[in-house]
């Protein structure tokens, strides 16, 4: 398991460790001085404490005094983290869309914070490494989609290599980014990255991202469909 841990961290080193965090899908907890508010079928406020913090990668988010095993404010799976600087304090803003659900925490210092990638023994079913992967999928390309055409493996961008490079049945290129586990939003980015190379070296703008992994988060779907691109869940035995 990888851990980064701050001590006193500045505001601006907490932010950075944070976006960071919050891309990767890494379980967050963090000690200080702070304030807390929420706004949403009620609101309430907390006035300046030392609490601990826990954001969690499925979008909860727990507000913990020194009392009670209960947190004072929380946020359920599926709300959304980020965080900024401002008027001294690093504010972190976890929202809900349905219900509408606004909790935010100021912190005025932080005494530690600490970032784990955290992997449920659930998760850790491996299929084959990624070339086993990519050699299954260059044996029959229909398991992409019909009329899948892989051209190159590997293919060089300005953004990286590329796993699978093609074509499907119209013509338009498709990129396709392998994973052997499920993953986080920063799969999706990087296949973003892959197709803006390509989109930009061909000047095609119709070509398509696909991702190919066991499973994906909630959040990355939502990436995946923000970016228009697709997924396939591949496994291999």
Wanted: aromatic letters at 6%.
């Amino acid at each position: 398991m990888t851990t980064t841990r701050l001590y006193r961290p500045t505001h601006r080193d907490a932010f950075e460790l944070l976006g960071s965090a919050f891309e990767d899908e890494r379980l967050l907890t963090m000690f200080g001085l702070c304030e807390v508010q929420y706004e949403g079928r009620a609101s309430s406020t907390l006035g300046p404490g030392q609490r601990l913090v826990i954001y969690k990668p499925d979008g909860t988010s727990l507000v913990h005094t020194g009392e009670n095993h209960e947190p004072v404010n929380w946020q359920p799976p599926g709300s959304t983290h980020n965080a900024s600087v401002r008027d001294g304090q690093l504010r972190i803003r976890s929202t809900r869309s349905n219900p509408t659900e606004q909790l935010d925490v100021m912190f005025e210092r932080v005494e530690t914070i600490s970032a784990y990638a955290v992997t449920d023994r659930s998760d850790l079913k491996l299929t084959g490494s990624e070339e086993d992967l990519r050699q299954w999928i260059l044996d029959q390309p229909e398991v992409i989609e019909q009329g899948f055409d892989p051209i190159a493996t590997e293919r060089q961008t300005t953004a990286g290599p590329i796993d699978i490079f093609g074509t499907d049945n119209a013509g338009h290129p498709v990129v396709i980014e392998l994973k052997r586990r499920r993953v986080g939003p920063s799969a999706a980015s990087q296949l973003q990255r892959y197709v803006e190379a390509i989109t930009a070296e061909l000047s095609d703008t119709s070509t398509r991202g696909i991702l190919v992994a066991p499973s994906i988060t909630d959040r990355t779907a939502s990436l995946l469909d923000k970016w228009n691109f697709e997924y396939r869940s591949v496994d291999i035995e």
